[in-house]
């Protein structure tokens, strides 16, 4: 379900804002969260599903993302489920190999 955050000021967007608008586009189709950034607020995402989110890859690890997106995704393949990975900055610099 679609949250109102409040608008950006001063220009300023806020990951619950990229939340809202990721869950807007989504829509109603099954949908797993495979990686967030740290900067991630858990309540602005609803888990109704244990595919909804598979975890994190913990311990701080930085470049994980883009790996655990692929690997994710493929074990979804045939599922009927949309594969969605959240990576910071840190995760693309460290993991751009596995684009």
């Known amino acids: ?8 000021a001063d220009g300023q967007l806020l ?3 990229m939340a809202d608008s990721l869950r807007r586009a989504v ?3 099954p949908t797993t969260l495979t990686h ?12 109704a599903h244990p595919l909804d989110y598979i975890g994190s890859d913990g311990g701080g690890g930085v470049g994980g ?4 997106a692929v690997g994710a995704a493929l074990a979804l393949k045939g599922s009927g489920r949309l ?17």
């Not at 594969?83 to 684009?99: E, K, L, R, S």
């Open 83 to 99: 594969a969605v990975a959240v990576c910071g900055d840190g995760d693309f610099m460290m993991g751009v190999t596995a684009v």
């Open 27 to 29: 829509g109603e189709r």
């Open 15 to 17: 990951v619950d804002h």
């Open 65 to 68: 993302g883009p790996g655990i």
């Open 36 to 47: 967030v950034s740290l900067s991630w607020n858990g309540a602005s995402w609803a888990f």
């Open 1 to 8: 379900m679609a949250r109102d955050y409040p608008k950006p």
